[in-house]
């Protein structure tokens, strides 16, 4: 069974920055593509942000120009670099493989990790 580890959130003021990290145990990383979910209080989980097999990436506009994910096939992780952020940021982030770049997406892995708290406040 595939397990996700995400690390790196953390409590930060708007316009700052924060590198998430995820960690995929268990299955054959470079097969996929990757994406980081969020879910913030109240909202559905939604894809912010998604990167093919080829390395072509996608973002929600929300976050585009912002943020910057990052596939390491030989390290089986996927990274997330989130810059000038807003309070809107505000959420639980999640890695998984979604089944296309939309931000609905459904993810490929019916299980999800811990995810890793984002909190962007003054």
């Known amino acids: 069974q595939v397990q996700f580890v995400e690390s790196g959130g953390g409590l930060v003021q708007p316009g700052g920055s924060l590198r998430l990290s995820c960690i995929v145990r268990?299955?054959?990383?470079?097969?996929?593509?990757w994406g980081w979910y969020r879910q913030a209080p109240g909202k559905e989980r939604e894809l912010v942000a998604f990167?093919?097999?080829?390395?072509?990436?996608k973002y929600a506009d929300s976050v585009n120009g912002r943020f910057t994910i990052i596939r390491n096939n030989e390290q089986g992780t996927v990274s997330l670099e989130m810059n000038s952020l807003k309070f809107e940021d505000t959420a639980v982030y999640y890695c998984?493989?979604?089944?296309?770049?939309?931000?609905?997406?459904?993810?490929?892995?019916?299980?999800w990790g811990p995810g890793t708290q984002v909190t962007v406040s003054s």
């Open positions: 998984n493989a979604p089944l296309s770049s939309a931000a609905t997406a459904a993810p490929l892995f019916p299980n």
């Open positions: 268990g299955g054959t990383f470079r097969y996929y593509p």
């Open positions: 990167v093919a097999l080829n390395g072509g990436t």
